[in-house]
């Protein structure tokens, strides 16, 4: 049974909140909603969190999240908050076995056999949902990306967190730009500036781009995870990369009470996730496509958002080539299965998207129908490369394997239908997506 609590707070300069929270008998785990009454309209919610009021990264991820709702200084919502999460520990305390309603001025609400449902009708419609990558990694939540040895795990996700904080399309989908933390429990800094380096310079980036940190790891993470938050919270993080999810557990993946705990942990951090993981064994190549799960317990996948899988059908014969799956999208439609290829090239790593008729992904069970597709133009070619990020007429030469004539004209065409921009320094920028131009 659940323990809930009640009221109304007026603050000395007017303002009025309408807070409420609950605490289920597992544990201090609250969920608290706070509300600002408009006049014939229906409330603002300014705060809805779930956490731990006695932990004080939980009132600065509440400040933060109302500011930026409400416009006022972080400040003085964790003064407030501060006041109000001592009072509902207090009504709330862990050993009352009944429910409680706090003290207040609000005599409208009721509170039966501890339970206190919140009306979705009564509720304000949510804002749009946000994405780290539009369609393929949710904002705020827990992504995984598995697969087994040599599919190119930790590079893809070195691709996702150079595009993020470059905010470049990833696979042409688009990013929210912000910073990333890499939480590193495989490799040291060095190995991974290595790696991002080289994606950065794969997509045409002079460097690796500003709002990339690295965290070299060794506790497991449910350990860290309030200084995490805090860290998140200071440096405000977009999204957080954990390579990899099987160091990070510091117990049994298979254990249910192992992953629940941690992944209950990261969900308390204020960011987005992208944890690269192994996979459960395989059999055939055929029944792994269909049936693949990341490596230990089923909680793993069940309270991960979205899950990316990677399979290479020959890695020994053809590195670098993997299938993209995107087996669950907890928020829409998944994201078309993608065979893709990592080129490695003098100190560069290019990412490209293969047809299924190429090498070795004719081997495969398609999930979609292997029908031939055209290949593209080379107008298309082209403007997929500098939405990709190539700017130079050389790079996009390099990108492309098109002759630099065949560029030039290319280019002027774009430009003449404003589908990319043509800066005073000579080089081009996109304008416009790829499907405005049909």
């Not at 990592?342 to 495969?364: I, K, N």
Request: aromatic residues 6%; glycine residues 8%; charged residues 20%.
């Amino acid at each position: 049974m659940a323990r809930t609590y009640s009221r109304t707070v007026r603050f000395p300069d007017g303002e009025v909140w309408r807070v409420s929270g609950s605490q289920e008998r597992m544990g201090p785990r609250f969920t608290v909603l706070i509300e600002v009454p408009r006049e014939g309209a229906t409330p603002l919610t300014i705060a809805h969190l779930q956490g731990n009021p006695l932990d004080p990264m939980f009132l600065e991820r509440f400040a933060a999240q109302a500011a930026s709702r409400n416009g006022a200084a972080p400040a003085i919502y964790a003064e407030r908050l501060t006041a109000i999460a001592q009072e509902i520990i207090t009504a709330i305390p862990s050993s009352s076995p009944a429910p409680f309603r706090g003290a207040g001025d609000d005599d409208d609400v009721s509170v039966k056999g501890g339970l206190t449902p919140l009306s979705l009708a009564g509720l304000p419609s949510p804002p749009p949902r946000a994405w780290v990558i539009d369609g393929l990694l949710p904002a705020e939540r827990i992504g995984l990306l598995f697969g087994t040895w040599g599919a190119i795990k930790s590079t893809l996700a070195a691709f996702i967190a150079v595009s993020v904080a470059a905010g470049l399309p990833f696979l042409g989908r688009a990013t929210c730009q912000g910073r990333v933390l890499w939480l590193d429990y495989e490799e040291d800094a060095a190995e991974t500036k290595r790696k991002v380096e080289s994606v950065a310079q794969g997509l045409y980036l002079p460097s690796a781009p500003e709002g990339i940190d690295h965290l070299e790891m060794r506790d497991a993470l449910v350990d860290v995870a309030p200084d995490l938050a805090h860290l998140c919270v200071e440096r405000q993080y977009a999204l957080v990369v954990l390579d990899s999810f099987g160091p990070a557990l510091g117990g049994d993946p298979d254990a249910p009470e192992t992953v629940i705990p941690t992944m209950e942990s990261m969900r308390s951090v204020p960011t987005s996730w992208l944890c690269v993981d192994h996979e459960a064994k395989a059999q055939t190549l055929a029944s792994a496509l269909s049936r693949r799960t990341p490596f230990g317990s089923v909680y793993k996948g069940a309270l991960a958002r979205s899950l990316l899988s990677v399979v290479s059908p020959d890695a020994t014969n053809y590195p670098g080539h993997v299938l993209l799956q995107h087996m669950k999208n907890s928020y829409g439609p998944p994201f078309p299965s993608t065979p893709l290829k990592a080129v490695w090239d003098s100190g560069r790593t290019f990412l490209e998207v293969c047809h299924w008729e190429e090498p070795p992904f004719t081997t495969l069970p398609s999930p979609v129908p292997q029908k031939a597709a055209p290949p593209p133009t080379a107008l298309e070619r082209v403007l997929t490369a500098v939405q990709a990020g190539a700017s130079r007429v050389e790079d996009i030469v390099r990108r492309t394997k098109l002759a630099e004539g065949t560029v030039r004209n290319q280019l002027v065409t774009l430009t003449r239908d404003k589908a990319v921009a043509r800066t005073t320094d000579g080089t081009y920028t996109p304008s416009a997506p790829m499907e405005d131009l049909t």
